[in-house]
């Protein structure tokens, strides 16, 4: 039996293609037997480094703006000790920080980054956004991290 996996798709689906965090959570979703735990974030707080102390491995999910060559980019995830505790969002790699320095817990961690096109509110995902999202998926499945 694997490890448990926490899987964290951040975004906004009523965003454009800022909901590809979550369509990505969607669509492993389905699969059989479920990849891990799910988890729907618009945006990533400091109480989410407790989250991570329950899991050996997590997985981020997010859209980005960047150019992706493979409309995607799948790279480990390391902590980023430029957490601020005052604000309400966070990084990846701060909630991982936070995680290791608050609870002496460092899960192994990776960043999916999907590539988006538009972020309009109410037009949903583009097809070149769906596309990187098919894209993702696919590598995601045999990998199961």
């Known amino acids: 039996m694997p490890d448990p996996l926490l899987i964290i798709g951040i975004g906004n689906s009523?965003?454009?293609d800022d909901g590809l965090g979550w369509a990505f959570?969607?669509?492993?979703?389905?699969?059989?037997?479920p990849p891990g735990q799910l988890e729907y974030r618009y945006q990533?707080?400091?109480?989410?480094?407790?989250?991570l102390t329950r899991y050996p491995r997590v997985l981020f999910v997010d859209a980005c703006e960047n150019d992706q060559p493979d409309g995607f980019s799948?790279?480990?995830?390391?902590?980023?000790?430029v957490a601020e505790i005052y604000t309400h969002?966070?990084?990846?790699?701060?909630?991982?920080?936070?995680c290791q320095e608050l609870y002496g817990h460092r899960p192994e961690a990776w960043c999916l980054r999907i590539q988006g096109y538009v972020w309009d509110f109410d037009t949903g995902?583009?097809?070149?956004?769906?596309e990187n999202l098919e894209k993702a998926v696919e590598v995601f499945k045999p990998w199961q991290i």
Not at 25 to 33: A, E, G, K, R
Not at 125 to 130: D, I, N
């Open 14 to 16: 009523s965003r454009g």
């Open 25 to 33: 959570l969607d669509t492993i979703s389905q699969m059989q037997p």
């Open 44 to 51: 990533l707080v400091v109480e989410d480094a407790e989250l």
């Open 74 to 81: 799948l790279e480990p995830c390391r902590p980023d000790p």
């Open 89 to 98: 969002q966070q990084t990846p790699g701060a909630v991982l920080f936070l």
């Open 125 to 130: 995902l583009t097809v070149k956004g769906r």
